[in-house]
Structures are given as structure tokens and as C-alpha cells.
């Protein structure tokens, strides 16, 4: 077995077995390079895991979110909605296409975007609501898909950190008009960099498979410039990847659920160190493991001085001055910004190693 290493107990742990090994040579030999066969059969199957109809992958979850909005023509002049609690990608993607990103809050006890202040938030301008199932938690879709309906708005789900995870309708991503997903190498299925997006929808899906390659994937000999669009492709050899990464779902699945709980039952007796939940018994799946820590300071540092590595949350959106938010406005970020820790996480992360850390954290906390 091929493991990601670093010294220590790192923060992510993933692994690349000899399965995956022979894939990329089997791509290889059968001179599968580019975009092709391997990259529809890696469609296809997650399609069929997911439940829906059209996969679209493309180069990674950056571009997916991009793709995914091309799709809905927004440039300069329109508005799309995201939580202020996301992987600064899902805003950069609104950003890069001319168009302006409102920031809005997220809820109380979960970083995932507040309903209430999604309404709110709303003007003539605007035309996507971007929900983030951030480390698989769900948003309230059946709430915002009917404030999208009532606006007449298009919903894309961001979903790169919720790859199968579930709520009672059914798999995250799939209750939109579009939903992206990421195959980056900090996540629960990686293809080193990757991602895809799906829609139940074919007109939606013959426009994304267009932009996907400047707007002409679908023209055998292009005669003129129909729609504008980009490269997004993926290659075989990463579908490749993939395909061999879907093999093992079930007991990565699995692993990544009993890291959870062995988080849950070691520190749920420890003051100073608070779970933010997730909900696996709805289905959530939880891919990282993420704290409230008023001491994270001083509790990183001391993990870290004996080679464990952990990572405190990213700051707000709100921080980067060219989406011109004031930070004051978000109260509910601002606490996940300030005592978020993220412990050590990953599909090739060690249960004793897991072990190891609620050990340090209680010895520190008791």
C-alpha cells in the first residue's frame, strides 16, 4: 500500500494502493491519455452511485463551480448568494466570471448557510443561491429550493466536501439544478485534482458537456463559435483513478465514520473542546473532524510540538477586501473563523493514531 507521508500524525491522511497504480498503467497501455473512454465510465458509475442521471467531470471542483455557473450565463452585473463559511473557491468561481458575490451568514450551531438571511439577501441582480454542504453537512434544500422557486433562481450546490453523504430526499448535490463535486486529494475519493458536476437535467447537461471544451464538445467539425466556454477537462489517466478509488467506497465509508466516533466518545467528556456535530445517522459523512476550541492557540501548538498536525479554520470570506463585505455583519462565522480546529482526518488516517490525539487533547484539557 502506497500512503500519502509526512512526519508524525498528519493533519490529512489518504491512500493510493496498487490498484491505483495499475489503472494509471492499464490508461497507459491502452493509450487512454486525454479525455476519453475511461473518463465516461468514471461518469458513468458515479451516476449510478449517486442516483442521477448526468455526470459531467471535469478538472477539478474550482472548475466545476465555474463550468456550473457558465451554464447559467452569470457575468458582470448579476449576484450569487454564498455563505460566508466555505473553501474560498466557491466564491472565486462567482468572482472570475465578473459578477458579484453577497456574502451571507451561516446558522447558529452549523457552518452552513442560514436560510433566514438568504431571503434577505436577495435583489433584482440576482440570479444563483450557491449552498455549501460544508464537511458534508447538509443545507436546508428543501427551504432554499423554495425561495429560489418563489425568485425564479437557479440553485448550485456546492458539494466538494459531500460526496455521498445524505439527508432524508437523498445524496447532497443532487436536489438542485446543478451540483459540484471535488476529487482533490483531501477528500474522501481523489484523483489527485478532479471533479465533476451532476444535473437531472439533459438541456443543462448537452451545455455543460459544450462549455466544458470552449463550446464545441458536442460538434463533430465546428463550423462556427456557438457559446463561449474553457477548457475543463479531466484526463483518462485521473479517471482512471477514480474508478479504482469507487472500488473501495464501502471501506472508506466506514473508516472515516469510526474516526468520527472515536473523536465523539474519547473528548466527550473534555471541557475547552466542543464537536461541531454531523449528522451520520441522517447520512452526513463526515470527511473531516471539526472543533470549537477557546484555547485552539495554545492547543495547536502543543500537538503540533509533538508531531501532530492539525488546522485551524480558514478565515471568513468577508476578510478578502475585493468582495468589499463588512466582517461585523457575519456573528455566527466569526465564531467558527476564531475557535475552529480541524483534528487529524482522512480515509488513511490510523484509529491508534486517532487514539493518540484524544489522548494528548485530554491530557492537556484534564
Known amino acids: 500500500m502506497i500512503k500519502k507521508q509526512s512526519p508524525g500524525i498528519s493533519w490529512w491522511r489518504t491512500e493510493f494502493g496498487q490498484s491505483e497504480v495499475e489503472a494509471v498503467v492499464q490508461a497507459f497501455r491502452c493509450q487512454n491519455i486525454s479525455q476519453g473512454e475511461l473518463t465516461q465510465l468514471l461518469e458513468q458509475k458515479l451516476g449510478a452511485l449517486l442516483d442521477v442521471p448526468h455526470v459531467v467531470a471535469v478538472s477539478n471542483g474550482s472548475s466545476a463551480l465555474a463550468l456550473a455557473l457558465m451554464a447559467f450565463d452569470v457575468t458582470s452585473g448579476d449576484e450569487v448568494i454564498v455563505p460566508n463559511r466555505t473553501w474560498i473557491a466557491t466564491a472565486h468561481a462567482v468572482h472570475i466570471l465578473g459578477a458579484k458575490v453577497i456574502l451571507v451568514d451561516v446558522e447558529t450551531d452549523r457552518p452552513v448557510v442560514d436560510i433566514r438571511k438568504i431571503e434577505e439577501a436577495i435583489t433584482d441582480k440576482t440570479k444563483v443561491i450557491v449552498p455549501v454542504h460544508l464537511n458534508g453537512r447538509s443545507a436546508c434544500m428543501s427551504e432554499i429550493e423554495k425561495v429560489a422557486k418563489k425568485y425564479n433562481l437557479k440553485v448550485v450546490e456546492d458539494a466538494a466536501q459531500a460526496l455521498f453523504s445524505r439527508n432524508k430526499v437523498g445524496y447532497l448535490g443532487t436536489q438542485s439544478d446543478i451540483g459540484c463535486f471535488s476529487l482533490s ?182
Open 185 to 366: 486529494v483531501t477528500k474522501l475519493i481523489s484523483t489527485g485534482q478532479g471533479g465533476f458536476v451532476v444535473t437531472r437535467s439533459s438541456k443543462v447537461s448537452e451545455k455543460l458537456r459544450a462549455i466544458r471544451t470552449h463550446g464545441v464538445e458536442n460538434v463533430v467539425d465546428p463550423r462556427s463559435w456557438g457559446i463561449p466556454g474553457f477548457n475543463f477537462r479531466i484526463t483518462d489517466i485521473q479517471a482512471s483513478i477514480g474508478i479504482a478509488q469507487l472500488a473501495l467506497i464501502t471501506e472508506r465509508l466506514e473508516k472515516v465514520t469510526n474516526i468520527y466516533k472515536t473523536y465523539q466518545d474519547g473528548l466527550k467528556d473534555c471541557p475547552g473542546i466542543t464537536t461541531i456535530p454531523v449528522a451520520i445517522e441522517r447520512g452526513e459523512i463526515p470527511i473531516y473532524n471539526e472543533f470549537l476550541c477557546d484555547r485552539r492557540t495554545k492547543l495547536t501548538e502543543i500537538l503540533e510540538n509533538q508531531g501532530i498536525g492539525v488546522r485551524p479554520f480558514l478565515p471568513n470570506l468577508s476578510r478578502a477586501d475585493y468582495f468589499k463585505a463588512d466582517n461585523s455583519h457575519f456573528p455566527n462565522s466569526i465564531q467558527y473563523e476564531k475557535y475552529g480546529l480541524t483534528l487529524p482526518s482522512g480515509p488513511g488516517q490510523e484509529i491508534s493514531q486517532v487514539q493518540t490525539v484524544v489522548d494528548k487533547i485530554n491530557q492537556y484539557f484534564g
